[in-house]
């Protein structure tokens, strides 16, 4: 046998994928998990597990021999669950062939690249943003073209000006995420309604990333975030990535949906097909389940998250060196700390000195660095154990 080199083997494989930088927040979970006592507010997940009402469903469909092979765009129960998910939240009417199950919402935002864009071809993207979109498109060839949202006087601002700027003539779509993950900002319907006549005015798609829209504090008691759907339709060039992750406490299960006009369904197919030949039917069950009758646990893991959110502002609010904006969607609180200039190495410290888990803010592309994000959709006691521990831990420390 005859081994080889790292530097020989990196050197076969493709610039890409060897050049790529980690993600911050992998690196965050890397450093500490595991250690005894830490508190991991790091990533984009409650602390709940899934509910047994959707959990029997899998299980049982599991027990019954269904392990084979399925529709490669969903089992029927749940594209048509999907359709009535829909129907009740949007007041209309949506058909289930508009609807395609994934590996997750990272294969539905996977997949919407692989069909939109290829070498050259540019997205344009606001930021900060969740590095798991530009990741995959420079991975690709298509260069993520970066819009930072500006903050001044505690406030998150999108420039719509800017944003409409940078589209040339290789743009092929603009990238909106609201509820934003990181920064909480949420799209008004204004917002919405500029970006879409933009789009059509340069004929270009509308990639959606509303995963948060059910963690919306509005004013009036809102249900949701405004959405493209309030205002498009299910057959222009509008493609939306969504997951049952973050509603339905379902991280691990794996499992999303990308909705899209039904023309480019066989695109859509044959991508499945060639990246994972498709999602288990068995835990298709358990999700088509969660939408049905998840409304309840929705609410209450809302309220939660409100109460939560309120808890960590005025604690970060103790600290004059800390300035946020109040999230009106999303989990995330994402705080500016004066003084830092390496988000990932004071993140480290955190992790070492006070056993607090956040993110580093510098993963989230142009205007994130400077900041911290930290996930408060976790136990409230637990929560208000971590705040005190970064609280301690600002008055004996200088970040990075």
Avoid at 171 to 181: D, G, H, R
């Amino acid at each position: 046998m005859t081994a080889l080199s790292a530097s020989a083997l990196l050197a076969s494989i493709t610039k890409a994928s060897r050049d790529e930088p980690d993600s911050g927040i992998s690196a965050a979970v890397n450093h500490g998990i595991g250690r005894p006592g830490i508190i991991p507010l790091w990533s984009g997940e409650g602390n709940l597990p899934t509910p047994e009402a959707f959990c029997r469903p899998a299980i049982e469909s599991l027990l019954k021999g269904e392990t084979f092979y399925t529709w490669q765009r969903g089992i029927p129960p749940l594209r048509e669950a999907l359709a009535r998910y829909h129907s009740r939240h949007y007041g209309r009417a949506f058909e289930a062939e508009n609807f395609f199950v994934t590996g997750g919402g990272m294969q539905a935002i996977q997949t919407i690249l692989q069909m939109i864009a290829g070498e050259g071809d540019e997205i344009v993207l606001p930021t900060p943003a969740w590095p798991n979109y530009a990741g995959p498109m420079r991975m690709m060839g298509a260069k993520p073209v970066e819009v930072a949202l500006d903050f001044a006087n505690g406030r998150w601002h999108l420039d719509l000006d800017k944003l409409f700027a940078a589209i040339t003539p290789k743009s092929k779509a603009i990238v909106l995420n609201s509820p934003s993950n990181p920064v909480g900002w949420t799209a008004s319907l204004e917002d919405l309604k500029a970006v879409r006549d933009e789009c059509r005015k340069r004929g270009l798609w509308i990639v959606g990333d509303e995963v948060y829209s059910r963690f919306y504090y509005g004013d009036k008691g809102e249900p949701r975030a405004p959405s493209f759907l309030d205002i498009c339709d299910t057959e222009e060039r509008l493609l939306l990535a969504n997951t049952f992750s973050k509603n339905w406490a379902m991280t691990g299960w794996r499992v999303g949906w990308l909705q899209a006009p039904k023309a480019v369904g066989p695109a859509i197919e044959r991508i499945i097909q060639y990246n994972t030949s498709g999602t288990a039917a068995f835990l298709q069950q358990g999700c088509a389940v969660a939408l049905d009758e998840g409304e309840d646990f929705i609410a209450a893991q809302v309220v939660k998250a409100r109460a939560n959110r309120d808890l960590v502002a005025a604690a970060l609010r103790a600290h004059p060196q800390i300035r946020f904006e109040l999230p009106r969607g999303a989990f995330y609180m994402f705080f500016a700390l004066d003084g830092m200039t390496d988000s990932l190495a004071t993140t480290y410290r955190i992790i070492d000195e006070a056993g607090v888990g956040l993110a580093p803010g510098g993963t989230f592309g142009p205007g994130g660095e400077g900041f911290l994000r930290m996930c408060f959709l976790r136990d409230p006691a637990k929560l208000g154990e971590a705040m005190d521990r970064f609280g301690k831990w600002l008055k004996t420390s200088k970040p990075i």
